[in-house]
């Protein structure tokens, strides 16, 4: 017996509501939860109505400030070669959310060690005059070292988030860290390559064309990379010299190369040196620099730069009154900071509470997460927010429409409340509507939006509380997209799961997923 009809329909969901958040939010629109999730709700109810209603909404997606397809996705741009060579730099950390991702930003986890457990999420040493590197990722028995990481100052104490040692690939090339985008997914390697597969309509596979591949494809120009980070539709890598190099869409100026041409290969962020980490969401990017400050650039609508305007920059602007800091995370419209005391502070989108302050009011400059100590990680999805703490708990703010904050309700917070459920855990990633976090044991679990199946536990059914992905031991990291989620494998193998419209997944197919696949093809 064949499969269901509505199995067919979901997939075709999943790419038009891909299309609907790409053109809300890289027109301006309200990002994804004011638009595009609440169209995904609606037609998910109606699923026979779905396609009429979803191509008769897609001329809605920008209300505001309606554009030419054509100049949304403009890629004309050649771009330019990374820089390469350098010496060492400092920290690598985790990005949210991307998370990163991802949208979600997407997120991914850096500063990662290959062999003997990693330091997960940025397991950080810092201090007041500096910052302990992690990052960088250390492959074994013949895997080069392609980054390390300098200490800073003395004291500071250690919030390592560790997890699970790598084993590495004898004499081989070994994947370090994962970074994944709206429909895109990226991975580093040990000899400071990239290499991504899944949506390249913005440039983001970084190989000079816009052509989707469903399996790995190699990063052009680029080497020397000890971090990479996923905005929603385009990547940015830390070079082993301290600059930045980035690719994809750039209709924000986030790509930062002080124009707004989509780059197909990586470009040099002007202005930028000393980076310890980098940071990327939606429209904007961000950097850590090595005495504590931070940089962002790019859209600026909800105050995501910091800087105490709301005008966006093509070119790096400094964020207001941050010092000492440890860690950077960049989301769907907002950022967060962690200090080396475990404080953190936010600024930017607040629409749904995902800052954590208490209010729904956006800010242009950085304002204190209320009751948050301890913190490890921070990982921010499309308009929620999640925290790892120093007893390996974690608790989330922002929407909660499907549940993203883990805590049994759909129940929106202003302020952080623990993810129910969920103790032992390495590290977090947050996806555009979904969460998900690596267990010391290996495994793993998600909770939140499953349309796609990005949750991982065989069904599409949303999750107000974690699930156990299924098929999934051995991880040593979890990354989260716009609606799937790879994990990084201890021998040395990727897993990815959820929706696959545009190759995302890696295993060669554009076929959805609701349990994790492999990814084929690699080095």
């Known amino acids: 017996m064949g499969s269901p009809p509505w199995v067919a329909l979901a997939s075709a969901l999943e790419t038009m509501v891909s299309v609907v958040r790409r053109l809300a939010v890289k027109q301006r629109c309200m990002p994804s939860d004011y638009f595009a999730d609440n169209l995904v709700a609606m037609i998910w109810e109606c699923r026979w109505l779905a396609i009429a209603l979803a191509l008769s909404f897609t001329g809605l997606a920008c209300l505001r ?44 986890a ?77 991975a580093l390697f040990s000899d400071g390559t990239v290499r991504c597969w899944g949506d390249n309509l913005g440039g983001e596979l970084g190989n000079g064309t816009t052509a989707d591949s469903s399996t790995p494809v190699v990063v052009e120009g680029l080497s020397g990379a000890v971090e990479i980070m996923a905005g929603m539709s385009h990547f940015c890598a830390r070079l082993n010299d301290g600059e930045v190099t980035c690719w994809g869409s750039n209709y924000f100026g986030q790509i930062g190369d002080g124009t ?16 310890v980490e980098v940071g990327a969401g939606y429209g904007n990017s961000c950097a850590l620099l090595n005495d504590g400050t931070v940089k962002c650039w790019g859209d600026n609508y909800f105050g995501q730069l910091g800087n105490g305007t709301t005008a966006g920059s093509s070119t790096p602007v400094g964020v207001q009154g941050l010092v000492s800091v440890v860690q950077i995370t960049v989301g769907g419209g907002n950022s967060c900071a962690r200090f080396v005391d475990g404080s953190a502070k936010c600024w930017g989108s607040n629409y749904d509470g995902q800052i954590g302050d208490g209010t729904d009011t956006n800010r242009l400059t950085p304002v204190v997460v209320q009751g948050l100590s301890g913190v490890a990680q921070i990982a921010i999805g ?17 929407d909660n429409e499907y549940g993203q904050l883990g805590d049994g309700t759909t129940t929106s917070r202003l302020t952080l409340m623990p993810v129910e459920a969920l103790s032992q855990v390495a590290q977090i990633a947050a996806g555009d509507n979904h969460s998900c976090a690596l267990i010391n044991d290996g495994t793993a679990k998600c909770w939140g939006f499953n349309l796609g199946g990005e949750l991982g536990d065989g069904t599409r059914t949303n999750g107000l509380t974690p699930v156990v992905v299924q098929g999934f031991s051995g991880g040593v990291e979890v990354a989260a997209g716009l609606s799937h989620s790879c994990g990084r494998m201890s021998d040395g193998t990727i897993k990815c799961w959820g929706s696959n419209s545009s ?3 890696g295993n060669g197919t554009t076929v959805s997923s609701s349990t994790p696949v492999q990814v084929v093809a690699l080095p």
């Open 65 to 108: 400030t309606p554009m030419d397809e054509q100049q949304v996705m403009n890629t004309t741009g050649a771009g330019g070669g990374a820089a390469t060579g350098g010496t060492t730099d400092t920290i690598g950390n985790t990005g949210g959310g991307g998370t990163t991702s991802f949208p979600g930003g997407a997120t991914s």
């Open 110 to 186: 850096g500063g990662t060690v290959a062999s003997g457990g990693i330091t997960s999420a940025g397991g950080i040493m810092g201090t007041t005059a500096g910052v302990t590197s992690s990052a960088g990722t250390t492959g074994t028995m013949g895997g080069a070292t392609s980054s390390g990481g300098t200490t800073g100052t003395t004291g500071g104490a250690t919030s390592s988030v560790g997890g699970n040692g790598a084993a590495g690939n004898t004499g081989t090339l070994v994947v370090t860290q994962l970074a994944l985008g709206d429909s895109t997914s990226c």
């Open 260 to 275: 707004n041409t989509s780059r197909l290969t990586p470009v040099v962020v002007q202005g930028l040196s000393g980076v």
């Open 382 to 398: 499309g308009s929620h927010a999640c925290a790892l703490l120093g007893d390996s708990s974690v608790s989330c703010s922002g």
């Open 503 to 505: 190759g995302e997944l």
